[in-house]
């Protein structure tokens, strides 16, 4: 999907009264999720145990 197609998509499902605030949230939403995806299909992606064992070792034992 082009990025012109993602943004009528997005305008097409909100409500005609939305704000220009909430379209730009929303297509920031949209952007960070495309963004997440890539990193998970490259490969740039870190497991759930090692993020909870590096938040751990910084809150629980301070910063170093």
């Known amino acids: 999907m ?3 197609e993602t943004v009528q ?3 097409d499902q909100l409500p005609d009264n ?3 605030d ?3 949230y929303h297509l920031y939403v949209v952007q960070a999720i495309q963004r997440g995806q890539a990193d998970s299909d490259a490969g740039r ?3 759930h145990e090692q993020v ?3 938040l751990r070792r910084k ?3 301070g910063a170093k």
């Open 22 to 24: 909430e379209v730009q």
């Open 9 to 11: 998509t997005l305008l």
């Open 2 to 4: 082009t990025a012109k």
């Open 59 to 61: 809150w629980l034992l």
């Open 18 to 20: 939305c704000s220009l």
């Open 52 to 54: 909870d064992s590096e």
């Open 45 to 47: 992606t870190i497991s």
